[in-house]
């Protein structure tokens, strides 16, 4: 009776096995497959690196120029800053240098002198 059972076990278990190895062809399958889209997707990005090469240089550059901008018009403000107080003070300063020092040392005094002298 033991033979009788262990061929009918035999005869259950041929079908699982082909259902099984369908499965792994299945699942062979499947992993072929996304071997293959992800080879396709990098052949993709590899395709766009020029692209995005592009844009990250131009938003590169376009950072440069505004940072460039910045600097200009800081330094243009500085300037104007300076400017007007040299004019503002430039009298004072002027008057305690004469105060202090002789007149003769005055930038002023010396152009004025240079200019009489030179006539």
Known sequence: MSTKKESKETISYSPTSSISAEQRHSVERALDETRDNI????????????????????YQE???QASKE????????QK???NAFQS???PYIENGYKK???????PATI??????NSK
């Open 39 to 58: 080879t396709k997707s990098i052949d993709e990005a590899k395709k766009e690196i020029p692209r995005n090469t592009q844009v990250i240089n131009d």
């Open 62 to 64: 376009h950072t440069l």
């Open 70 to 77: 910045i600097a200009d018009s800081y330094l243009e403000s």
């Open 80 to 82: 104007e800053i300076v």
């Open 88 to 90: 503002i003070f430039a």
């Open 100 to 106: 202090y020092w002789y007149k003769w040392t005055s």
């Open 111 to 116: 152009s004025e002198i240079y200019a009489k």
